[in-house]
């Protein structure tokens, strides 16, 4: 009795190791989508932690498989995105500002923007040169140095916004510049938040 039933249990035993065969393929196959699954993960939860994280989900998803789940490069993409989002809308004002035509008090903001707008250029150009040299050894001083430099880019876009705030302001250009201003401002706060969270994660090393 005992042997007839071993022997119809042999080819359930031989199929369950097929199938745990098929399996253990199948999941080794599906290893990179779980990896990346998991950056993808990683990027939301970070991006919960900011004031847009829409915006900061959108902005920087695309760049999961190479942020992985490293603090740092997540800061330094965010920067990167807010620079060349920074440079685009600088070059745009340029354009704009040289429309013959403008109203004199549209004009004069649009020339105040673009003098501001290129400081928060050259302001998170210079964060970025600073998160390349960041080391252990001068992580505080660094760190903190970049926040400078983030928050004084940050001023600037507000700055830019203010000039555009008055009633009298409006129509086209204004339409134009204050839809990107405001992008960039809110990219530039949400990498200031991702580098105050890279900035706490290295806190407790030495
Ligand atoms: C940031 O941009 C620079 C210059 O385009 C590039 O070399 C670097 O790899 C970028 N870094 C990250 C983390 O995206």
């Known amino acids: 009795m005992e042997g007839s039933s071993l022997r ?9 190791v097929i199938l745990q065969f098929i399996t253990y393929i199948a999941l080794s196959s599906t290893d990179a989508p779980f990896h990346s699954q998991r950056n993808i993960e990683y990027i939301k939860s970070s991006c919960s932690s900011t004031t847009y994280p829409r915006l900061c989900y959108r902005s920087l998803s695309v760049y999961a498989s190479k942020i992985n789940t490293s603090p740092r490069l997540l800061a330094h993409t965010a920067l990167n995105v807010t620079l060349k989002a920074s440079k685009s809308t600088s070059r745009l004002m340029a354009k704009i500002s040289r429309i013959h035509g403008l109203r004199p008090r549209v004009a004069a903001a649009m020339a105040d923007c673009v003098e501001v707008i290129g400081d928060s250029v050259d302001e998170l150009q210079q964060s970025i040169g600073e998160l390349g040299h960041i080391r252990s050894s001068n992580f505080a ?6 926040q400078t430099w983030v928050s004084a880019a ?12 008055g009633k009298s ?3 086209y250009a204004k339409r134009m510049v204050r839809k990107r201003i405001i992008k960039i401002a809110h990219l530039t706060s949400n990498a200031l938040a991702l580098i105050n969270n890279y900035a706490s994660t290295q806190s407790t090393l030495p």
């Open 8 to 16: 119809h249990g042999q080819p359930i035993l031989v199929l369950l």
């Open 141 to 146: 001083l660094t760190i903190s140095d970049i």
């Open 154 to 165: 940050l001023t600037d876009e507000d700055t830019c916004m203010d000039g555009f705030s």
């Open 169 to 171: 302001m409006n129509g």
